[in-house]
């Protein structure tokens, strides 16, 4: 269906090729996904399948892409977009149309399709993407998950052969994101229509995709199916494309020779494949085993051992006044109806505090609330003591550092410098000290004092903007998902330089879907739907609460899923253990001795070690490591 | 700004006229108040504007919009005070001095400025930008790529609003003080701003015109539209209106 032939292409603004020697061959009816580091030539590459190269862009093309024999140099974009439909990164630009139905239907008027069957496609396509009672809506009425529906409908009205996606769910939660690759998968199979998806959710892109091709620096290093490409784990490390923790996790097990099953993608086949490990083991896996006892207690009786319970209740906070805290807040923006209805929680001073919950569920407004974006509309949100509704926001900005979500809505200067210095003249303290804070900041964090903001990775920017937000000292920093559209390396440094702000002192509040992220970094989290807060509580207490999960619709972490269901199937020490590990390496460190027949399992010492909660690492020690 | 020169929906008269019929009526409209300066001719074709506002469910946003061309008619007025000396005279100044002409100039701008405003924005809240450009297209062979340009910028507006406003709260959140102080200092801390909102408007322009490119807008023509735009006795009732108020804006201004 879609041949490259050691394509390339050099942007006529850049000296070098953006993309080169592209040797693909996809089948009709694939679903492939491309994924890869920010810059490694991915939209590039979508850009050759549509057309857009080189008939919107111009510069050198090399090789040839044809598509259904269809050479893309050679025939025109109109006659193109006859055989591949895209759905670009920036849906709201794709819009022409204010209504859903005149949206899916222009398309079908340009090609000149009649009436009456176009009618019928626009129908067809609302069924299967399941937004029929949106037909009459406005689209500027719909949430970010029917937009894309929308938007996908419209491209799959026109009935191509072959369907394009640029990162079609980088602004979705977990559920709307698997809701869109689940219609996409059912109707490009019922239709034969090859499915070209770019990617950073590599654990989706692995349950959906037949292919995945993983690029680096303009050339596709790895391809194939999604356990060919996932079994080369470490390459893809290097390349800064992450893995599922499932597959890092039975890697690592392989890796040890405790494990001599397949290496794993999700969650469901790494609990039986290790389950089924284990009990070739001889370790005890009753089947009909009830599981008994809560995780909190299963946890409280760990500590009580370790005796460190007190240890770390004091690294939640400090006590004494909060840094921030609502009381029986009700909010929402001008004409609306409420979005916040009735929240109620402190935060004190150090802790690391990720909300989450499904897109609309009032986390934004919630982070609004903190720094006084937002005022509340009944209730009080205060500050370190200081009521928000009494405090001008570009006052309350000293205490409280905003990262918003697209750092192009703050970057403003001509150089990085300029940028970091921004703060300090906003708020007329530019001085020696501020100097000082400006060049320790750039060494920190890693940048170019004289590059030009615009000119960098949306990775560099968003650090940009977290660097120039830090480099104020303000005590409170609250991030609205501030690792939306980055890639694996790019997220990791942006968590990193948080987390170091967060040992510092700072208290972290974070917004964010992608639950390894939180997992990972935050010691508390709290759950939020509808408007109201539904959980609060230390991480792994709340994730391993299933009442909680379907009420917000969210998923847990891979390693706090895998643990759950394994766990069910367990019991004794090792039940215990495997019910407290949390993490990738205190799983492989629990699950390499049960599979190797290692520690005992009624001898082993739980020590979460202080500071988890504050989002520091946990380990599990064995009893030999403690003496 | 939510909201700003967007569609509202409804079922009026106005909002089912033909939408090239709305546009010539509210440029003809307009024309008539740029030919008299004749304050109670102006005055009654504000009144009419906003009577038919009022009509259709939209005072409110007309109002409010409304509410902006005075803010801005308000200085030519001070000009026209200032400068305009005639009649009575009322207060000296260096130059000459505040007459009675120079005032009813003033209102007279005002009047003018408003009344010929006031049918353009209802013309966009009861019109869709959608239906004004394909009867364009499909009723006066406008070639589609004017009218999608016409299109785009409407539809942009709102856009690049709401961008400004995010530019904005993003910047108070780091202590510029949009928050505090007066229009001069709130005016002088946005042109910095204006660079951010350039670099956002530009590629969003540029990813709408891909976006549209890819759905076959070089095919689009006068046919190629499934909804029709028939013109009806009341549209062409509007129109022969505001041709004789044209006639009378003309008759006025050379009687009186």
């Known amino acids: 269906m879609i041949q490259l032939r050691d394509f390339g292409f050099r942007y006529r603004e850049h000296a070098e090729c953006a993309i080169h020697d592209v040797n ?24 050759a399948l549509n057309g857009i190269i080189p008939h919107c862009y111009s510069g050198d093309f090399y090789g040839s892409v044809v598509i259904d024999g269809v050479d893309t140099v050679e025939a025109s974009l109109t006659e193109i977009s006859r055989l591949v439909g895209s759905v670009c ?59 894309q529906k929308v938007a996908i409908a419209s491209i799959l009205a026109l009935r191509p052969r072959v369907l394009v996606l640029d990162e079609p769910t980088a602004e979705l939660d977990p559920a709307a994101s698997r809701g869109v690759f689940d219609l996409l998968k059912q109707y490009s199979r019922e239709h034969k229509i090859t499915v070209v998806a770019v990617e950073q959710k590599i654990a989706l892109l692995c349950d959906y995709a037949d292919m995945i091709v993983v690029m680096e620096e303009g050339s596709v290093r790895v391809s194939g199916t999604p356990d060919e490409v996932l079994v080369r784990a470490p390459e893809l490390y290097a390349m800064g494309v992450n893995v599922p923790r499932v597959t890092s996790l039975t890697r690592s097990l392989r890796d040890k020779g405790v494990y001599e099953g397949p290496v794993c993608r999700t969650v469901s086949q790494g609990a039986l494949h290790i389950a089924q490990s284990l009990r070739a083991k001889g370790q005890a896996i009753p089947p009909d085993a009830a599981p008994g006892g809560s995780f909190a207690e299963c946890v409280a009786s760990c500590e009580k051992e ?182 694996y390396r790019e997220c990791e440094k942006i968590m990193q330089c948080v987390s170091r702000l967060h040992e510092n002192g700072t208290t972290v509040v974070m917004v964010c879907h992608d639950m390894e ?71 492989s460190i629990v699950l390499g001795d049960a599979l190797a027949g290692g520690a005992s399992a009624s001898s082993a010492v739980h020590d979460l070690l202080p500071g988890r909660a504050a989002g520091g690492k946990c380990r599990v020690r064995t009893e030999g490591e403690l003496r | ?114 009344a010929a405003a006031v049918p353009l924005f209802l013309t966009l809240y009861v019109t869709r930008m959608t239906d004004l450009a394909n009867a364009l297209v499909k009723n006066v062979r406008l070639p589609y790529k004017y009218a999608f340009t016409f299109t785009s910028t409407i539809r942009f507006i709102p856009a690049f609003l709401n961008d400004m406003a995010a530019i904005i709260e993003a ?62 006795l009341c549209d062409g009732m509007a129109v022969a209106a505001c041709v004789f108020l044209l006639a009378a804006a003309l008759a006025v201004n050379v009687l009186f």
């Open chain 1, 306 to 487: 370790a005796g460190k319970g007190e240890e770390r209740t004091r690294r939640n906070g400090k006590a004494g006044l909060a840094a921030l805290e609502f009381h029986d807040v009700y909010a929402g923006y001008e004409g609306e109806l409420a979005v916040l209805k009735g929240v109620d929680f402190a935060i004190q001073e150090g802790e690391f505090v990720a909300f989450v919950g499904a897109n609309g569920a009032g986390k934004s407004t919630t982070m609004r609330l903190m720094n006084g974006l937002i005022k509340p509309s009944a209730g009080k949100v205060s500050v370190f003591g200081t009521s928000t509704a009494s405090c001008p926001t570009s006052e309350l900005a000293r205490t409280v550092g905003f990262l918003f979500q697209n750092p192009d809505r703050q970057i403003c200067k001509t150089t990085v410098r300029e940028e970091l210095l921004f703060g300090f003249e906003a708020t007329g303290r530019v001085d020696a000290r501020a100097q000082r804070a400006v060049d320790e900041a750039i060494e920190k964090f890693g940048l170019d004092a004289s590059a030009d903001p615009f000119l960098l990775s949306r990775g560099s920017r968003q650090l940009l903007a977290l660097a120039s937000i830090a480099v104020s000292a303000p005590r409170v920093v609250v991030l609205d998902e501030p690792t939306t559209g980055l890639d």
């Open chain 1, 89 to 147: 990164q920036d849906i709201e630009s794709q819009i022409v149309t204010p209504l859903v139905e005149d949206e899916i239907l222009y398309g079908l008027e340009n090609f000149g399709v009649a009436r009456d069957e176009g009618v019928a496609r626009m129908e067809d396509v609302l069924g299967a993407m399941g937004i029929e009672e949106l037909r009459s809506c406005e689209i500027s009425s719909l949430s970010g998950g029917q937009k």
């Open chain 2, 1 to 114: 700004m939510k909201g700003f020169l967007e569609y509202v929906d409804g079922t009026s008269v106005l909002h089912r006229m033909n939408p090239v019929a709305k546009l010539v009526c509210s440029f003809l409209t307009c024309i008539a108040c740029f030919c008299t300066s004749n304050l109670p001719f102006l005055f009654a074709v504000l009144v009419g504007g906003f009577l038919l506002a009022v009509s259709c469910g939209m005072a409110r946003q007309v109002v409010g919009l409304a509410k902006a061309v005075f803010m801005f008619s308000l200085i030519l007025a001070i000009v026209q005070i200032l400068t305009t000396s005639g009649g009575a005279s009322l207060v000296m100044l260096p130059w000459g001095h505040i007459g009675t002409a120079g005032l009813v100039a003033a209102f007279t701008t005002v009047a003018r400025l408003l």
């Open chain 2, 171 to 232: 910047q108070t959140a780091r202590g510029v003080q949009f928050d505090q102080g007066g229009i001069v200092s709130r005016v002088r801390l946005t042109v910095p701003l204006c660079v951010p909102l350039l670099v956002s408007s530009v590629r969003k322009v540029n990813s709408a015109a891909i976006a549209a490119e890819v759905r076959g807008f070089s095919l689009r023509n006068a046919k190629s539209g499934y909804r029709e735009y028939p013109m009806a």
């Open chain 1, 517 to 587: 992220v939180v997992a990972d970094f935050a010691g508390r989290v709290i759950v939020m739907t509808a408007g109201c807060v539904v959980a609060d509580g230390p991480i792994f207490e709340v994730m391993r609460d299933e009442e909680v999960l379907a009420k917000a619709s969210i998923e847990p972490s891979q390693m706090t899923a895998l643990s759950m269901l394994l766990g069910k199937g367990l019991s004794g020490g090792l039940r215990e253990r495997v019910l407290s590990s949390n993490t990738l390496e205190e799983l």
């Open chain 1, 24 to 47: 693909l061959d996809i089948p009709e009816g694939a679903f492939v996904g491309i994924t890869g580091a920010a810059a490694s030539g991915k939209s590039t590459l979508t850009y």
